[in-house]
Structure formats: C-alpha cells, structure tokens
C-alpha cells in the first residue's frame, strides 16, 4: 500500500471550510483513496473514496489532481462536531476490499473547531 | 440496520490472564477484521476473516488470535496478557461479498492491562 502523508494537527472555526491535504507520491494505477473520520473512543467511519478528479457526497468533497500524487478532503461549513481525527488512506480493493481487512491507518489529521 | 457492537466495551485484566472479545457484524456482512489502537502506535490490523476463514493477519505475536463463527459473529483471543496489550480493540465488518471496499467499524472494548 502507498504510503500517506497528511498534516499531524489543524485548526478551524465553525463554518470555515476545511480543507486536509494527504501526500501519496507512490500510488499506484490500481490504487483508490479513501478517508475515515475517528472521534475519541469510537471506530472509524467512512467518509468518503476516490479514484481521479472529484468525489463529492452529502458530507464531503474530494478532490484528485491529474498525476493523483496528493488528494484533498474538503468539509463544507464546519462544526463543532467536525473535531475528529481523519485518516487517509490509499490502497486497491483487493486490498481493503478483496482481502476487507488491511487497512493501514497513518497518524491521520487532528481536526480542532473551535467557537 | 443494527451497526456492529462488540462486547464487553470495557475489560480490566491483570498481567498473565487471557481475555476474550466478541464482535458481531452488522447483518449480512461476512468479514470481519479487528485492530488494536493505542496512542504510541496508532491503528494497527490484527487480522481479518471472512467465511470462517483467516484471509489476512497482521505482525502480531501468538498470543493474538481469532475465529469467526457461521453466523459471522468473531472473537479474538489474547493470552498471557502483558501491560503493552492496554488498547481500544476495534472490530470492522464489510459486505456481504469480498468485493465491497467500505468497512463499517464498532465502538471498540477497551482493555485496561494491570
């Protein structure tokens, strides 16, 4: 699985959009992004998975340059309950979605809004 | 649809003893996988089954280990519990087939070692 790099923390105020940029430099043909969001003590949830140019759901946006090297989660209007860690992930579905379980969680992104 | 619920969802054991802990996958979903979650070494697989059989399984010692029942429910084991095993466990599900990439995860059991 290629290899992520997001920011360790942010910081935002509620209704800012939020935009957590992840670095995957050696993602590979096959390979789709995807992003989980984690609160204290809970399991992940799934937010939001792309392959090229832009995904877009009732919670979040992603975008995907041309050479796919990076990707970008948008949250529109954020609130306080936005205060979550979120995780990038890259990886083909045959493994996370052919072999289910291979997730390989990075440090993930701190997001703090604030009042 | 009920989510995925793992019980107990909190669990003191002292060094030495053995633990078990079960999850149940949301209806109709076949694999499930665990993983550990501390704070030094963030999330981590454990393993991963699906039709009663381990597909996949992470770099963790013996002591770690599972089984997946007919009706999909799984438990994991870890024995000879040492201070370093205090984690959030966390059981995912996804399904029903291999070819569904989205896992749905559970509140996780908390597993305080002393």
């Known amino acids: 699985l290629a290899k992520t790099t997001q920011p360790i923390s942010m910081d935002s105020y509620e209704g800012q959009e939020v935009n957590i940029t992840c670095s995957h430099n050696n993602i590979a043909t096959n390979d789709y992004i995807t992003w989980y969001q984690q609160f204290p003590s809970q399991g992940p949830r799934f937010i939001i998975q792309?392959?090229?140019t832009k995904v877009t759901n009732e919670v979040a946006s992603l975008f995907i340059p041309a050479d796919r090297k990076s990707s970008t989660l948008s949250l529109p209007r954020v609130s306080l309950s936005d205060t979550a860690v979120y995780y990038c992930l890259v990886g083909d579905r045959a493994s996370y979605g052919g072999s289910q379980g291979n997730l390989i969680f990075g440090k993930g992104t701190k997001l703090s809004v604030k009042p | 649809k009920a989510g995925v619920t793992q019980t107990p969802r909190y669990l003191i054991k002292t060094r030495g003893q053995q633990v078990t802990l079960s999850c149940s996958p949301i209806?109709?979903?076949?694999?499930v996988s665990w993983y550990q979650q501390t704070p030094g070494q963030g999330l981590q697989f454990l393993f991963e089954?699906?039709?009663?059989?381990?597909?996949n399984k992470g770099n963790f010692p013996g002591r770690f280990s599972g089984r997946q029942f007919s009706n999909s429910r799984s438990e994991m084991n870890v024995s000879t519990l040492e201070l370093g095993d205090s984690a959030l466990y966390l059981c995912?599900?996804?399904?029903?087939?291999?070819?569904?990439?989205?896992?749905?995860f559970g509140p996780g059991t908390r597993l305080t070692v002393t």
């Open positions: 995912a599900s996804s399904g029903p087939g291999l070819e569904v990439y989205e896992q749905y």
């Open positions: 089954y699906f039709s009663e059989t381990q597909r």
């Open positions: 209806s109709g979903h076949r694999s």
């Open positions: 792309g392959y090229k």
